[in-house]
């Protein structure tokens, strides 16, 4: 990215897969009141705030949310549906977006408001396109798919920054910011397993229909859908009834809404603007390869989420960038058993995966039965749950018996030797061997790039990535050759061994009614300890509302 506003060339891809936190908006039910605004989460010193939330004022004009082009005219008076669109001939998933676009890009005070923030702020464009690159090509071909404009796959950017772990204190959550009764009422489970607002196929899903859903509910008009999916339906309900009332304009521009979603359309709006012509900011947009980064493995029974990074040839990191659903050491026992993973990383787990039996995708410890014990202390001790236990056991409704050998979840159990030896037959170091905690990856080389760019962006030192693939210096990439990097972090020198592979990335939690160190610690998948160490406080403390904690992420 480059940026004609500051002192140096933005030189590295917006798709680069650096990682980091950045403020949130939410999702609200179906309710006349605004929305609280969501947390902000500093990273790396603070990051820039979120952009501004300015409130168009101009009466008086009416946008023209409709597709390029005249459409034809149902009968029943419903407005008809979008064509699909091809996005197959695109080799840049940056150009297939534009394609796409087909709402209107009014002249609005508000827009070039957002516009300017963005347009001034290149480094946080960066974090957020380059976590985007994971999801952003399923998320297009399921908007294009469904024959909907293309602004609306740019949402998240919106929404949660694209960090699917993002959290807002109206308990938003995931890369679409669903609040809990939303994502039950579009079918997202939140169970003690499993969180479906952040699972990235069916969050998008159900966000979709959601929008659907809000674009009929306002007669085609896309802006109020766009607005509903903010604040509510019955929100911006209200404010069309009251503006027809007075015999107002009920478009968006002239709606009495909360300042928040007066503000989330135009930065919506602002970043169409942005991706359709960025050379007008002083931005450029690296290409991004229209593919997909991962596909869909179903296991077909309960696994452990470790053994399957493993068998994956992922770290437990990777693979919770992929499938932030889960929230517990294995996926639910009745389900969902599916799993994302990188195209690249798929066959080796499907090969190893056959080498397992059922029993050995879940891994155990034995526990003998002391008079006394019961199933719930069990349960806390093994952070597990009752009804997991009895499950494993096949037990009953009774008490325990002393003397029983009971199965109960285990994470430290080591990987099977038969899982070790598949691993070594595809040339790869067993898991448990491996001195860095990312794997080797291929980087396609695109118009333009350079080996100074490539290592860059990929954290390495330059002379490191030209020994890795016998290049020499100054001589010239080929578009479409492939570079084997690292992601390790590593700098090529004696200097950087031993050094954490990623950066922890701080965020500051606001404690809320009710909330405890467990909770917290729950939510963040950390440990209470963890927590008590970096706030100094005990582990016995009571937290009161509106209290700050500090809590350090491994940068995804």
């Known amino acids: 990215m480059a940026n004609s506003l500051g002192p140096r060339a933005w030189c590295a891809a917006l798709a680069s897969l650096l990682l980091a936190g950045c403020a949130t908006t939410t999702v609200n039910e179906s309710s006349a009141q605004p929305v609280a605004a969501a947390e902000t989460l500093p990273v790396e010193g603070g990051s820039p705030a979120a952009p501004p939330e300015t409130v168009d004022s101009t009466p008086g004009i009416t946008p023209g949310l409709t597709p390029s082009g005249p459409l034809p005219v149902d009968p029943t008076g419903a407005p008809p549906p979008l064509p699909a669109l091809d996005g197959t001939r695109h080799a840049d998933l940056v150009e297939r977006i534009r394609a796409g676009f087909l709402l209107d890009d009014p002249d609005r005070p508000a827009i070039d408001t957002q516009l300017a923030w963005y347009a001034r702020h290149p480094e946080y464009l960066e974090r957020v396109f380059g976590r985007a690159s994971l999801y952003m090509h399923h998320i297009v071909s399921e908007v294009e798919r469904r024959g909907m404009p293309l602004e609306l796959a740019l949402l998240p950017v919106i929404e949660s920054a694209f960090e699917p772990y993002a959290y807002s204190v109206a308990r938003a959550s995931g890369l679409w910011q669903f609040i809990p009764g939303t994502g039950n009422r579009f079918g997202l489970p939140q169970t003690w397993w499993y969180d479906g607002r952040r699972d990235v196929m069916e969050s998008t899903r159900a966000a979709l229909d959601y929008l659907q859903f809000l674009h009929d509910e306002f007669n085609g008009d896309w802006l109020l859908a766009v607005a509903g999916y903010n604040c509510g339906e019955a929100c911006v309900a209200r404010a069309v009834r009251e ?66 990074a493993e068998l994956a040839g992922l770290t437990h990191e990777e693979l919770f960038e992929l499938n932030p659903a889960f929230h517990r050491w294995a996926t639910p026992p009745q389900g969902p058993h599916a799993l994302l993973l990188p195209i690249d990383a798929a066959d080796l787990f499907r090969g190893n995966l056959d080498q397992l039996t059922p029993d050995e995708l879940m891994r155990v410890t034995h526990h003998i039965v002391k008079p006394g014990e019961t199933l719930a202390q069990l349960a806390e001790r093994y952070d597990s749950q009752p009804s997991t236990i009895r499950m494993l056991n096949d037990l009953g409704t009774g008490a325990l018996v002393p003397g ?69 210096p100054g001589e ?40 405890t160190l467990y909770r917290i610690a729950r939510l963040y998948q950390i440990t209470v300890a963890q927590i008590v160490s970096w706030n100094g406080i005990s582990a016995s403390r009571v937290l009161k509302p509106g209290m700050k904690l500090k809590i350090n992420l491994p940068r995804r």
Do not use: C
């Open 404 to 472: 029983t050998d009971l199965r109960v979840p285990s994470g430290a159990t080591e990987l099977p030797a038969k899982v070790l030896r598949a691993a070594a037959l595809v040339d790869r170091p067993p898991a448990a061997r491996r001195s860095s905690s990312k794997r080797p990856q291929v980087h396609v080389v695109r118009r333009g790039e350079s080996i100074w760019a490539i290592a860059r962006r990929n954290n390495m030192d330059p002379r490191t990535l030209m020994r890795m693939n016998n290049k020499q």
């Open 476 to 515: 010239v990439l080929k578009t479409g050759e492939r570079l084997v990097v690292s992601r390790s972090g590593a700098r090529g020198s004696s200097e950087s061994a031993g050094k954490p592979a990623a950066r922890a990335r701080t965020l500051q939690h606001t404690v809320r009614q009710g909330e």
């Open 243 to 308: 503006n027809r009332a007075v015999g107002r304009s009920a478009d968006f521009w002239n709606l009495r809404l909360p300042a928040e979603t007066r503000a989330y359309v135009p930065k919506l709006l602002a970043m169409k603007r942005l991706v359709a012509a960025p050379e007008l900011s002083g931005i450029a947009f690296s290409p991004i390869p229209n593919e997909p980064y991962f596909t869909r493995v179903d296991v077909g029974s309960q696994i452990d989420l470790k053994l399957a």
